[in-house]
């Protein structure tokens, strides 16, 4: 049996997502929706995992705006409904959830959104609490596993009351940390869907779920957030730990509660400092953040990206000048923590030591110096395309057929692995001057492509993958036919949202839940919007860059062409060898050849590696994944390829 | 080896490079002592960092409560290594003059070894580094072992079973037994028993 469905009282190590999709399990969830996203998809996948046995009815969606309003239907219609993202999928799913917060809700509808301050594994250090504020829906932040179920479990509970959707807000420290938690009893419900629509529009159970009259509902939803303040004021998951009249009182909440936990221990500050965890971090419970306030002269705000605890606290300190007399407030505003980037115990610690001018204790000097010796031998180690991965041969085609061409063409990045074309070192053969959003490489190279007539005389690429296709593309794509944009866009499919962990997408004949599905078909759509389409084999150089340079130099409007090949990684490639690949020394020339080493100079590959002391190429057997690709770009055809174990 | 039972947190950091297991390493290590009735919080990150870069757990074994899942610097007890170069980086940040050290000994060379830009260092250069930032270490060839049998990321379960084997934290055989009982299939299971023993035999 899933250690997700173990029986209650038992105490099991989950992933912070787990312990998420747990609680949503012992709040008797229904219906569950996401698109993968890092930090947030173990949340889905796990739940995926147990949906048969549960009952459940699970979907990783085209987009976060549908998967909103997938599990919108299910609220509406009585069930409880939980959809996750990433903290840019907020950004996407945002224009609905205005309306749905006017709407209102039925069924328990809780948002997770899952962030990742410091960027870990995304391009991007969005902030999406103040979209809790902005659309107007309770905000609840877990500060530990434990809390990450039973908060999650909560959160169902307070969506049914106050008939609205409630967001939950993790981070990649909490998402994907593991530690113990305790378990509930999971439910023994069969709930019926039933959605009432007869009744007067103002009646949040039987009415029409619409979001007018507007200032009506809107005022509707100012009264909510009054309950939910009311609900707060008593919520058993805000606590305090400290002395009565710290010296410095900090407010936090999330992973910051475990650094400031550690911080204030390294510094044996125990005495001196109270600690202010918030879990309901919108709206503020004002009567019990007051309280605090005036328990001490010195307040430290920690948190992570963005300054969202510290203001709300400063406009409810505001309202009460007379007792704010003589506070001081530390924080991201007055830089004493970093304004961006994520934090750990170390930063503050640090903040502490400025606070109270004392400081922590040393390494020996001795040791210290050591450090620094070994330090100045470590080289980096970047990220790069894994060994065998289908992005080094497709950017090797695209780069060679821009210089081929000759008129300095460059590629619109998008959001995936292969946005890695866009940082170096990985750059040696790539050229991606653009990366922002999913989707928006497409968008840009038309907007690029309508240039000409002020002198913009460059050819214009663009590339997405198969994920993000489906996601954000087609509309840039049907924008850019229909305008007439000269571009070459290119989809890297390699059969799966590979980044995130191979979750379906519309492209496969699966589902979340297993089942065979319609695949809907890149090739076709493309077709049906008129564009010219073309599909080749990113690891067969030739037939791929002859494409390539024909579609550069063809005048018109979008040219497609899809790369297939599966991700080095997917489980249907994983440690199997196409093909077994080694170094013929006798044929490799070295430093001698004219190449200037074009296999680990240029194509890098992990896997191809620099015999120093032989002054040759040499495979690294354990890295490679035996793609072959290498064999082809070897002007000296040194390297050679021969059947493998797959 | 009798195992000693911490009274106070043990701070242990699990490194390698993406793609050697890191990330199954730790789980099953946290899952042994969560049984042993330790609170446990790892701190991890994966989804992009696995593509090819550094990757590190970090383990707080705590008698009794959650910790930050990042260590602050200067603090880890033990220190796993699956890459040699790894094992330098985490000391030069979270190391004391009280870290052990169990590192593998097989290189996986970064892009910037491979062109040439960078310098990866000497065995010699290595060593004395560890000297220097370790109360002890061990050096082993985990990845060897690995493919003599049939598979290099088993590499990671040798390093489990050396770790167990030096009796700095708290498992033993038979706890690892019952954690892959949970997580593998028979077949697997022989073959991480063997990695296993192979490894404690290593130190």
């Known amino acids: 049996m899933t250690k997700l469905l173990a029986p209650a009282k038992s105490k099991v190590l989950f992933l912070g997502n787990e312990a998420i999709a747990r609680g949503a399990l012992e709040a008797g969830v229904a219906v569950a929706s ?18 048969g046995e549960r009952n459940l009815y699970v979907e990783w969606s085209v987009n976060e705006k549908v998967a909103v309003e997938v599990a919108a239907a299910a609220s509406f219609s009585g069930l409880r409904a939980l959809v996750a993202m990433k903290q840019n999928g907020v950004n996407v799913a945002s224009d609905f959830l205005l309306h749905l917060t006017a709407s209102g809700t039925r069924g328990g509808l809780v948002l997770v959104s899952c962030e990742d301050p410091g960027a870990l594994s995304s391009v991007n250090e969005g902030e999406s609490r103040y979209f809790a504020r902005m659309l107007e829906m309770p905000l ?39 530690g113990n938690v305790i378990c509930g009893k999971l439910p023994n419900r069969k709930p019926r869907a039933n959605f009432e629509y007869g009744g007067p529009v103002m009646d949040s159970q039987t ?39 710290p010296e410095l009182l900090i407010i936090t909440s999330s992973a910051c509660f475990l650094y400031a936990t550690e911080a204030v221990g390294l510094l044996g500050l125990q005495d001196r400092v109270g600690i202010l965890k918030l879990a309901t971090t919108w709206p503020l419970p004002p009567r019990l953040v007051t309280k605090h306030l005036q328990s001490a002269n010195r307040v430290l705000f920690v948190e992570e990206v963005m300054s969202f605890l510290e203001e709300n606290v400063k406009v409810l300190a505001a309202g009460r000048p007379e007792q704010m007399r003589g506070k001081t407030f530390f924080g991201k505003y007055d830089g004493t923590l970093p304004a961006a980037g994520e934090l750990n115990p170390d930063i503050v610690a640090g903040a502490l030591e400025k606070i109270f001018k004392v ?10 110096a050591a450090v620094q010796k070994a330090g100045a031998l470590i080289p980096p180690r970047e990220q790069t395309f894994c060994a065998g991965c289908p992005h080094r041969a497709s950017f090797w085609n695209i780069a060679n057929a821009i210089a081929l061409d000759g008129r300095r063409g460059f590629v619109c990045g998008d959001i995936g692995c292969y946005s890695m074309a866009a940082l170096t070192p990985a750059n040696g053969y790539h050229t991606m001057p653009t990366l922002h959003s999913m989707g928006s490489g497409t968008g840009l190279a038309g907007g690029f492509s309508q240039l000409g007539r002020f002198g913009f005389d460059k050819p214009i690429l663009t590339v997405c993958g198969d994920s993000t296709f489906y996601h954000a593309v087609i509309p840039a794509l049907i924008n850019a036919q229909h305008h007439r944009a000269d571009i070459t866009f290119i989809v890297l499919d390699n059969a799966g949202t590979a980044m995130t962990g191979f979750q379906p997408h519309p492209g496969l004949e699966v589902s ?70 080694e170094v013929n020394e006798d044929l490799c020339l070295g430093d001698a050849c004219g190449c200037n080493r074009l296999c680990t100079r240029i194509f890098r590959c992990p896997a191809l590696t620099w015999d120093r002391k032989k002054k040759k190429a040499v495979v690294d057997r354990v890295v490679c994944a035996g793609c072959g690709v290498c064999a082809a770009i070897c002007p000296q055809k040194a390297i050679i390829k021969k059947q493998g174990t797959a | 080896m009798k195992a000693k039972t911490p009274k106070v947190t043990q701070n242990l950091i699990l490194t390698g490079v993406g793609g050697q297991g890191n990330v199954m390493a730790s789980r099953t290590l946290a899952g042994m002592l969560v049984d042993a009735g330790y609170v446990v919080t790892i701190g991890e990150t994966f989804g992009m960092s696995q593509r090819g870069g550094s990757v590190m757990s970090h383990l707080r074994i705590s008698p009794d409560a959650v910790k930050s899942p990042q260590i602050p610097q200067g603090g880890a007890d ?17 190391g004391n003059p009280g870290t052990s050290l169990l590192t593998n000994a097989r290189p996986v060379y970064p892009i910037g070894v491979i062109t040439g830009e960078r310098d990866y260092p000497s065995d010699e250069a290595l060593r004395e580094a ?41 498992f033993d055989r038979k706890m690892f037994e019952k954690e892959i009982r949970k997580t593998l299939s028979a077949d697997k299971r022989a073959l991480n028993l063997r990695a296993f023993d192979a490894g404690a035999e290593m130190i």
């Open chain 2, 130 to 170: 560890f000297d220097a930032l370790t109360q002890h270490y061990w050096l082993i060839d985990a990845t060897s072992v690995g493919l003599e049998l049939g598979n290099p990321v088993l590499s990671n379960i040798v390093m489990i079973g050396a770790l167990a084997k030096t009796g700095l934290l708290p």
């Open chain 1, 207 to 245: 009415g029409p779920m619409i979001s007018t009259p507007v200032v009506a509902k809107h005022l509707l939803i100012r009264q909510k957030l009054k309950t939910v303040e009311a609900l707060f004021e008593k919520s058993p998951f805000n606590r305090y730990a400290g002395p009565a009249r």
């Open chain 1, 140 to 178: 609840l932040e877990p500060a530990d596993f434990q809390e990450a179920k039973d908060l999650t479990k909560w959160a169902f509970a307070l969506s049914e009351t106050i008939g609205n959707v409630v967001m939950l807000r993790s981070v990649t420290r909490m998402s994907h940390a593991s």
């Open chain 2, 78 to 94: 033990v220190v796993v290594a699956l890459e040699p170069l790894e094992a330098l980086r985490v000391l030069t940040v979270y």
């Open chain 1, 359 to 368: 400081r922590r204790k040393r390494l020996p000097a001795a040791y210290a």
């Open chain 1, 512 to 581: 979340a839940l297993g089942e065979t599905v319609p695949a809907v078909e890149i090739a076709a759509i493309c077709s049906a919007i008129g564009a010219k389409v073309a599909i080749a084999d990113p690891f067969d150089l030739e037939n791929t860059g002859k494409i390539l340079t024909a579609f550069l130099r063809e005048k018109g409007p979008v040219k497609v062409l899809i790369l297939r090949q599966a991700c080095a990684l997917s489980p249907q490639k994983k440690g199997k060898k196409t093909f077994e690949v």
């Open chain 1, 34 to 51: 996401a698109y993968p996203g890092t930090p947030s998809s173990e949340i889905l996948e796990s739940l995926s995992g147990i949906a």
